[in-house]
């Protein structure tokens, strides 16, 4: 079966930096997304990869590496406002996202 | 302002009854989707359509019927609702071409209680 991981919770404190991870096993690969989800809000857009490495957005990174079935979200300098979920997707070979459960971090002052 | 809209907001509905989640997008996108997100799984696909005119069936289609009878809208439909169906409805649509361009953009959701 298809199947994404990544952690329930994690905690940070504001200004530090917090990665999370996120594993894959799906029926083919055409690229992962990473969402952001504020509590009672639609999910918005953070980054895609489709090719190994990482790709840098300001403060949000993401890197993939598909041999390993893995990618992580890299947050720096965190902010109170970052406080959401955080959901990985992954595309598979039938171009459907196959989502894992999120991950709800918890930033404190 | 481009985007997309969901309707209603939120809604509690007696179970057998029939309901119809509405959707509509501006931005001409090609695919569109439903999903449904409940408490500790991820987002489940419920029906999508690659284009005006034809739709698809996703991981959790029983119970709900979609159609697309032009690019902007995509109803979801329950034909006799059920508890088990008590969600959060996000609508979403994508350009519908591979790659990049394929990122999925989310209407703000629709909360349903069926009781």
């Known amino acids: 079966g298809q199947n994404i991981d990544q952690p329930t919770e994690m905690t940070a404190t504001e200004g530090a930096i917090v990665q999370i991870n996120c594993t894959y096993q799906?029926?083919?690969?055409?690229?992962l997304f990473w969402y952001q989800q504020h509590a009672g809000e639609a999910p918005t857009f953070l980054s895609y990869?489709?090719l190994d490495g990482l790709e840098e957005k300001g403060r949000f990174s993401s890197f993939l590496s598909r041999s390993k079935g893995y990618s992580y979200l890299l947050l720096k300098e965190l902010q109170m406002k970052d406080s959401a979920s955080y959901l990985c997707?992954?595309?598979?070979?039938?171009?459907?996202?196959?989502w894992g459960a999120g991950t709800k971090l918890i930033i404190k002052p | 302002i481009a985007g997309i809209t969901q309707a209603p907001t939120s809604q509690i509905l007696a179970a057998g009854r029939r309901m119809t989640l509405r959707c509509t997008q501006d931005?001409?996108?090609?695919?569109m989707y439903w999903y449904r997100q409940d408490l500790g799984l991820g987002l489940r696909l419920i029906h999508y359509s690659n284009t005006a005119g034809t739709t698809g069936k996703g991981e959790v289609p029983d119970g709900y019927s979609v159609s697309r009878a032009n690019t902007d809208d995509f109803p979801l439909t329950l034909a006799s609702a059920v508890p088990s169906q008590t969600s959060v409805y996000f609508c979403a649509s994508s350009d519908g071409l591979a790659g990049d361009t394929d990122t999925q953009y989310f209407g703000p959701g629709t909360r349903l209680t069926v009781l």
């Open positions: 931005m001409r996108h090609n695919a």
């Open positions: 997707a992954v595309m598979d070979s039938n171009y459907q996202l196959i």
């Open positions: 799906t029926s083919g690969f055409n690229g």
């Open positions: 990869n489709v």
